[in-house]
Structure formats: structure tokens, C-alpha cells
Nanobody, 120 residues
Framework: QLQASGGGLVQAGGSLRLSCAASGRTFSSYTMGWFRQAPGKEREFVAGIRWNGGSTRYADSVKGRFTISRDNAKNTMYLQMNNLKPEDTAVYYC???????????????WGQGTLVTVSS
């Protein structure tokens, strides 16, 4: 029901835009978020956005570089990633939930993930 796309290989300092398209149900009333999981590490919160886009939240490691947004009319969420660093390399997952939060347990629906690789 959630399909993440837009990952790829990029050099450090470059940009990528991830998309998360929802199907099967509307997520316009849900909080949505992006998480990432690097090899050998736990999945971590990256950014979240309330149902109306009026409030966003970011992990400290991406503040000022990443921007989360959503288009409820298109049932799609985005993550604009600028000034990418090698430590941003991970599989990025989109998720939707009823509760605003940074914890995995706050989200009920998950996409399959898209790989972002940042070379130095």
C-alpha cells in the first residue's frame, strides 16, 4: 500500500528526491514518516509530517539538509535530500501511522524501502 521510490547512487554533496506513493487506501489523515536503515544498524527515524503538512519533525542528523513534504491530493509523500553525505547511505522506508512520533511502533503501514548510496 506504500511504495517508496527515487533511491540511487549519488556523490557526496549531491541531491535525491524520494517519493512514497500510497495505494489501496487514502493516507490523508495519517501522520507519515521516513525511516532509514544502514547495514548493520537499527532502523532510525529520519523525518515525519502530520496529516495536513502543518508540522514536521527531523532527526538532528538531517536537519537543514532534508525536507519532508506531502501532497494529499496525490496520496504521495516526498523527501528532498540535499548535501548528501556517505553516512546517509541506507535503505529508506516510508511509513504511515495514527500517532505522531519518532518510534517505529508509532507507524502501522510500511513501504518496501528504496536504497540510497552516497559515494565519497
Amino acid at each position: 500500500q506504500l511504495q517508496a521510490s527515487g533511491g540511487g547512487l549519488v556523490q557526496a554533496g549531491g541531491s535525491l528526491r524520494l517519493s512514497c506513493a500510497a495505494s489501496g487506501r487514502t493516507f490523508s489523515s495519517y501522520t507519515m514518516g521516513w525511516f532509514r536503515q544502514a547495514p548493520g544498524k537499527e532502523r532510525e527515524f529520519v523525518a515525519g509530517i502530520r496529516w495536513n503538512g502543518g508540522s514536521t519533525r527531523y532527526a538532528d542528523s538531517v536537519k537543514g539538509r532534508f525536507t519532508i513534504s506531502r501532497d494529499n491530493a496525490k496520496n504521495t509523500m516526498y523527501l528532498q535530500m540535499n548535501n548528501l553525505k556517505p553516512e546517509d547511505t541506507a535503505v529508506y522506508y516510508c511509513a504511515a501511522g495514527r500517532v505522531v512520533g519518532t518510534k517505529i511502533a508509532a507507524y502501522d503501514y510500511w513501504g518496501q524501502g528504496t536504497l540510497v548510496t552516497v559515494s565519497s
